[in-house]
């Protein structure tokens, strides 16, 4: 079947995976939580006819077809099953039932569209050789799933040739693709500095008091400089606060004595990540002398960068570009600053990533993931399903 062909058949499927991502979207599981949705993903394979494993990483999902062609290798999709702690903008139709909780990544969507690919080839084994693993990872927010799975052994259980993932990224058009080798998504880190000091009366004894709010405040503006002035002008890096807290809101006449600012540090190089770690100690620690307080630092890393290997993104390309053309898959597009645990995954195995357009609203805006306004677009589902079958018959088809 031409690629152009199944994007056409695939829409046959259509309402069956604007339903599944609908309903999944309508009941959001966060992290290590996503029992419902795992159930969900298990019921469907298992009716297609897959071998299913549950419970991996406690609510990972792994299923296992083989092609009838003759070949041995074995490739593994991915697709990420949690939502978000973000509160939906009201009366959307297929809204959020949990307070608190939404899709607003579009988990829903990477979810349905891999199993639509599922379904098809298990309806045409002899489209393919081998064997391939559908992954679907609990816990991506955040929390490493992918991690996890690696770590219990998935890929010994299931062993692969390449591993691949797919992320939807509003702003690009629907009906386009963007990858690269290398570098590609950024290490993702969280730090916290708590700052200590006496604390006091903020109206008659503040001269009496050690200030910790003030140390704070010095070292949120100097934090920017390590950018700036220490990170080479040639190398990415991007530190961020997203957390400021202390006092009590009901004693606006309290110089608290502890306050603490937490944030995110992104980068590629080894060496820019080493040097945001040693400066942002060395600033939060120097400006607490200056102070009179004390600097208690930590500094976690959190998700690697993710790397792509040259060949399996080869094989990315020829997918996409079958589909699409060429003048809709960039093949060296720029990286991004955001972080994915699928770095993981490519730490274990070789493999490639890649972004499909999520496209704009009618009025021509973009609702960027992670926002209570985003939703995944439905009508790139069956794109995202031809990908991943394109992709097993690029790698295991007769011609692979």
């Known amino acids: 079947m031409a690629p152009l062909d199944l994007i056409a058949d695939l829409k046959a499927y259509e309402p069956e995976l604007i339903a599944i991502r609908r309903d999944i979207h309508r009941h959001p599981e966060v992290g290590f939580e996503e029992t419902r949705t795992a159930a969900l993903v298990a019921e469907r394979l298992r009716a297609w006819g897959l071998d299913v494993t549950e419970g991996i990483a406690t609510t990972g999902v792994v299923a296992t077809l083989k092609g009838r062609l003759p070949g041995q290798r074995a490739i593994g999709l991915r697709a990420d099953l949690d939502a978000l702690h973000i ?6 139709a297929h809204g959020s039932t949990v307070p608190g909780k939404m899709h607003a990544c579009g988990h829903d969507g990477h979810t349905a569209m891999l199993l639509g690919a599922a379904r098809w080839l298990a309806e ?14 609990p816990a991506e927010e955040g929390l490493g799933g992918g991690r996890e799975m ?4 998935m890929f010994d259980r299931f062993p692969v040739d390449a591993v691949y993932g797919m992320h939807n990224m509003p702003g690009i058009p629907a009906g ?3 990858t690269r080798t290398g570098a590609f998504l950024a290490a993702s880190d969280t730090w916290s500095v708590s700052f200590t000091g006496t604390g ?5 004894g503040a001269h009496l008091s050690t200030d910790a709010t003030l140390p704070m405040a010095q070292f949120i503006m100097a934090l920017q400089t390590i950018v700036s002035r220490n990170v080479a002008a040639a190398d990415t890096a991007v530190v961020s606060v997203g957390s400021v807290a202390g006092g009590d809101p009901g004693s606006p006449n309290i110089i608290p004595s502890r306050v603490t600012v937490i944030g995110t540090a992104r980068s590629y ?4 990540r080493d040097l945001m770690e040693q400066r942002l100690g060395e600033i939060a620690r120097a400006q607490a002398a200056v102070f009179g307080c004390s600097a208690e630092v930590t500094y976690e890393r959190r998700y690697p960068p993710l790397i792509t290997q040259a060949e399996p993104t080869a094989h990315s390309i020829a997918a996409a570009t079958a589909l699409v053309g060429t ?4 093949t060296d597009c720029a ?8 770095s993981f995954m490519l730490q274990a195995r070789p493999g490639g990533f890649i972004m499909i357009g999520n496209g704009t609203t009618k009025d021509e805006s973009v609702h960027h993931v992670h926002t209570p306004n985003y939703d995944f677009n439905d009508e790139i589902l069956t794109l995202g399903s031809a990908y991943w079958i394109q992709l097993v018959r690029t790698e295991l088809g007769a011609t692979a």
């Open 200 to 204: 006091g009366h903020g109206g008659g």
């Open 87 to 92: 509160q939906e903008v009201p009366n959307r």
């Open 176 to 178: 386009e693709f963007r």
């Open 327 to 330: 003048d809709k898959v960039d």
């Open 150 to 153: 690696v770590a219990q052994g």
């Open 335 to 342: 990286p991004f600053t955001g972080s994915e645990d699928f």
């Open 269 to 272: 190089n080894p060496k820019v």
């Open 124 to 137: 045409h084994p002899d489209s393919f050789g081998g064997t391939v693993a559908f992954i679907f990872q």
